[in-house]
């Protein structure tokens, strides 16, 4: 018997008896007992091919003469796995393989490998259960994928697995045809500001970003910047896509949301093109774009304020502009893509001030860059007061030296006698005793690392009348 889910009766699947009489409302063209000895061996297993809707609570009942030997309930889940496209994948395509459990309270979880048994993105769609997608494949795809289901409360680890034989045919080369254009974005911005690159509001698998140099007469050229892969995590840039990276809130890669943030150069402009492709079908987003830049140059005579922009044909209109909108100021253009206009120099009061370059474009926009001319700075004259230096070191350079003097004379205080300073002072054996005995034979005397300083007495109040009072005191 079966009770399908949601439902409150059961309802009888199949009988049999002794004498191979079978009956059953709810059993299926495929459903018969595994064992056609079954009285003799008491092998009742069921055996049949289900579908999704076959899932529920199966009950097993064996009686013998009306009473019941042995009851066992059977829940029953049903997994269902979809290869697309099949039998065989053409190169460059989407392989998408997806599987789903009815009843889905029934699993935890389901994973997916690769053949060499690194696991791989999968995602839980509404529709399709869980879902794993390889884009662009090439024959090196190839091989054994497996998927494991994980049962709901199963306290041993054991997994039950399908697996899914891929095989990537290189004759075969799938064409995107069914490509989508959305509307044309004209716009335009100053150099080295942050664009945003608008690509198509569909959610996919990966994006390719090309780009169309500025100004270019060939339409059929363009370049790979940019391709983001969602489903393998992987990223390819070239050199000249450094400026580039993909946008965050609202967008979000991850999950297939895509725009671009752009910090374009002068050499920036031009078209591009936002191709974002699900399953096997893309969609393209075009953008055209002008950028603005001021330089300047300088010579004896003028200052030159240049304004240069990019993809000259969705450009209207570009002028300079002074902040006194009653000054008019001369432009000249010697080339495409370039207005210049000048003040002369010196700057003054009158030519100061903001020189904003506008374009406006096609369809109306406008864009802004400004640049401040600014006067020169004030000359300040300043006074030059004597410098205090000088003093301050002579000063520095007396106080060692009458230092010096005074601990001469402390030394010269034990040796000084009765007689009295004057006869302390006298020469003997020709030798000078003191260096204060004879002055001029001091001076004369080439220089020896000494400083002669002349202390002979010159009143009541120097220094050899304090030094002979001190000693009269001692005595």
């Known amino acids: ?32 007992l595994a064992d056609p000895n079954f009285q003799d061996t008491g092998v009742f297993s069921l055996f049949f091919i289900p579908k999704m809707e076959d899932s529920g609570l199966y009950s097993c009942l064996i ?58 993105k999968s995602e839980k769609t509404p ?23 994980h049962p709901w409360g199963n306290n041993s680890g054991t997994l039950f697995t399908f697996n899914v034989n891929v095989t990537v045919d290189a004759e075969k080369v799938v064409s995107f045809r069914n490509i989508t254009y959305g509307d ?77 943030l752009l910090a374009p150069e002068i050499s920036d402009g031009g078209l591009y093109i936002c191709e974002v492709f699900r399953n096997d079908n893309a969609v393209s987003q075009w953008t055209q774009l002008s950028v603005l830049k001021v330089k300047t140059k300088s010579s004896s005579s003028k200052l030159e304020l240049g304004c240069e922009y990019s993809e000259l044909s969705q450009v209207q209109s570009v002028h300079w502009k002074y902040q006194d909108t009653n000054r008019q100021l001369q432009m000249s253009s010697k080339s495409p893509g370039r207005i210049t206009t000048t003040v002369p120099l010196p700057i003054t009061s009158n030519t100061a001030g903001n020189y904003t370059c506008i374009l406006k474009l096609r369809n109306g926009q406008t864009v802004r860059a400004t640049h401040a001319v600014t006067l020169p700075p004030e000359e300040n004259v300043s006074v030059t007061t004597p410098s205090m230096l000088p003093s301050l070191s002579a000063l ?80």
């Open 1 to 32: 018997m079966v009770k399908s889910l949601g439902a409150t009766e059961w309802k009888l699947v199949l009988s049999a008896n002794e004498r191979n009489e079978f009956s059953g409302g709810a059993s299926k063209a495929s459903m018969q």
């Open 63 to 120: 009686k013998q003469q009306e009473r019941k030997l042995k009851e066992k309930l059977i829940p029953l889940a049903i997994l269902k796995v979809t290869v697309h496209p099949t039998p065989t994948i053409p190169q460059y395509s989407t392989l998408r393989m997806s599987a789903s459990v009815n009843p889905d309270f029934a699993i935890t979880k389901i994973t997916w490998a690769s053949p060499d048994g690194i696991s791989i």
């Open 127 to 149: 529709n399709t259960g869980t879902e794993a997608k390889l884009p662009q494949v090439q024959t090196s795809d190839s091989g054994v994928y497996v998927c494991s289901v």
């Open 184 to 260: 044309s974005i004209s716009t335009a911005t100053q150099a080295r500001t942050s664009l945003t690159l608008i690509c198509p509001g569909v959610q996919g698998d990966y994006v390719l970003l090309y780009w169309r140099p500025p100004d270019t007469k060939r339409k059929n050229i363009r370049k790979l910047l940019f391709q983001y892969d969602r489903w393998r995590g992987s990223t390819l840039m070239t050199e000249q896509s450094k400026r580039l990276q993909l946008a965050g809130p609202p967008y979000n890669a991850e999950a297939g949301s895509f725009s671009f």
């Open 396 to 475: 520095l350079l007396l106080v060692p030296l009458v230092a010096a003097a005074v601990g001469v004379l402390l030394w010269r205080q034990k040796h000084i006698s009765d007689r009295g300073i004057e006869q302390s002072l006298s020469a003997h054996s020709g030798e000078v005793e003191n260096i204060y005995e004879n002055p001029e034979d001091i001076r004369q005397a080439p220089l020896q690392g000494s400083v002669y300083m002349d202390l002979k007495p010159r009143g009541e109040d120097d220094v050899y009348k304090e030094l002979e009072r001190s000693e009269q005191c001692q005595s």
